[in-house]
């Protein structure tokens, strides 16, 4: 049975707490390997080696962190596949959704290449007779990402590319579901010369976690996952002076007026809800429908949906595959059940029931849903659409800001002004108009708000690079000696 171990200090370090938890094939339902659990003392130990290799890597011109991220750009682009084949393997992404999370991740990367021009500060000369003042950004010190299972690799290089850029060490502790893209992308960062103990991986549970939001050297932890938890990381972690950026969940609506083009909606809302199988946070659950066109907009994805090919990741064919555990698959198979018993009309109904292998959940609608309904107040996470018919614009706006979740929304529209008002009106973080999955790029920051967000920084982008330093101003004088006199007088500018 193959073994997932740390990396510590450049290379692989064996677990020996004595704890492990089991990693599965999704399409098989099939252990494939056992993953290390790390103890206290073990997150010490990454921790005490991120501390000693920071020291210097802080010192290392910005010029000399460029090349080094420019080599990480080129051995992440030419292994994209290998990438891609662990994310089949233990999430069961299709290779399309698989290749397309690395190249998101990559777009990171290629952005904190420009490290030496996003760390400028500025400056100002003659602030003062004789005086100038200048700013400039510094790193943490050691800081920390706990990663999420549904994407492996492209969350953790949202987080460890500006992280680095900027000077800190990292500590990664991704998902223990699917932890072998971290690994690969550890001797992915030493092939491209990254100074061993800059960037360590520890796998774990809550033990690491707890142990990271308590470190006193973690200086900045950075986490995606659920709501609940991202409460509580951002609270440990804070309440043990930390700075934390900590993203949950969503309940991401898709708004749909009459005058829309209805089949570009319909193909937007089938793509949005069921790729990657619904397990992402950016997943359109909601189509709020305009009365007027309802009917026609559900019977248009309905019959787009037998046409999606659900299968193993392994299978060139298939364009979804399977939800990441048997518990999670039973969770959103309680849904679906659970919206019939409330009153709403479930159109596809993608529970199997036949006892074939693997955590398999096909892509399933349901109409005539209302607030109030658990398929509509929960994040399912899972290849489920619910729509809900509204009267119009004002009405879909309401609920959407009414929603407890604020992390994106979407309108589909041909009326500009409409579209224009929408994006003044809507209390969300990330919005898309006539896209459905509005994932800002890498020059841009990534972040909702409301229980979609915990702290007040989003993540990557500029606000990353804010997030990973500090800033300090200089004001500096270098006068004639002569001239130097005491004054307990309020300091002037004039």
């Known amino acids: 049975m193959k073994r997932i171990s740390h990396w510590m200090n450049g290379k692989v370090v064996a677990g020996t707490s004595g704890n492990s938890a089991p990693v599965y094939d999704p399409a098989t339902g099939e252990q494939t390997a056992s993953v290390d659990l790390a103890s206290v003392a073990e997150v010490d130990q990454a921790v005490a080696i991120a501390e000693a290799a920071a020291v210097e890597w802080r010192t290392t011109s910005l010029s000399r962190r460029a090349e080094i991220l420019f080599r990480i750009r080129e051995l992440v682009d030419a292994n994209r596949k290998e990438i891609a084949a662990f994310l089949t393997a233990e999430h069961g992404k299709v290779p399309s959704d698989a290749l397309g999370e690395v190249a998101r991740g990559l777009e990171n990367i290629e952005f904190a290449c420009g490290i030496p021009h996003l760390l400028k500060g500025g400056y100002s000369e003659q602030a003062a007779t004789g005086v100038d003042v200048y700013s400039i950004r510094q790193p943490l010190g050691v800081v920390a990402g706990i990663t999420p299972f549904n994407f492996p690799a492209m969350v953790p290089m949202w987080m460890f590319a500006n992280a680095l850029a ?34 360590n991986v520890v796998q774990g549970d809550k033990v690491a976690v707890d142990r990271l939001l308590e ?11 659920s709501t609940p938890i991202a409460k509580y990381v951002y609270e440990t972690g804070t309440a043990h002076g930390k700075r934390i950026q900590a993203l949950g969940g969503a309940k991401n609506h898709m708004l749909v007026l009459a005058d829309a083009d ?5 193909d937007a809302a089938v793509s949005a809800a069921y790729g990657s199988s619904g397990e992402r946070c950016m997943a359109v659950s909601v189509i709020l429908a305009a009365d007027s066109i309802a009917d026609d907009l559900v019977s248009k994805i309905a019959e787009r ?16 595959g399977p939800l990441i555990t048997a518990e999670h698959r039973s969770k959103v198979e309680g849904y679906i059940a659970g919206a019939s018993e409330e009153g709403a009309h479930v159109v596809v109904d993608g529970r199997r029931n036949d006892g074939s292998p693997g955590y398999f959940v096909d892509p399933t609608l349901i109409d005539s849903v209302k607030p109030g309904m658990r ?5 399912i996470f899972g290849p489920v659409l619910s729509v809900v018919r509204v009267k119009g614009y004002e009405d879909g706006v309401a609920m959407i800001n009414a929603n407890q979740f604020a992390n994106g929304t979407a309108i589909f529209t041909r009326d500009g002004g409409a579209a224009r008002q929408f994006q003044f009106d809507i209390e969300v973080g990330m919005v898309g108009i006539n896209v459905p999955i509005p994932v800002p790029v890498s020059y841009y920051s990534f972040g909702g708000w409301k229980a979609s967000l915990f702290g007040d920084t989003h993540m990557y982008g500029p606000e990353g690079i804010n997030f990973y330093t500090r800033g300090k101003v200089v004001t500096s004088r270098w006068p004639d000696p002569a001239t130097s006199t005491v004054n307990l007088g309020f300091p002037e500018t004039r």
């Open 305 to 320: 949906i037998p046409n999606v090919v659900v299968g193993p990741g392994a299978d060139p064919g298939s364009e979804m």
């Open 166 to 199: 900027c000077g800190n060490t990292f500590i990664l502790k991704p998902s223990e579901k699917d932890p072998s893209a971290s690994l690969f992308l550890a001797e992915l960062l030493a092939s491209a010369g990254l100074p061993a103990g800059c960037f």
């Open 375 to 379: 398929c509509y107040d929960d994040e």
């Open 262 to 266: 209805l089949n570009m909606a319909a």
């Open 215 to 225: 470190h006193p050297s973690v200086k900045a932890v950075s986490f995606v996952g």
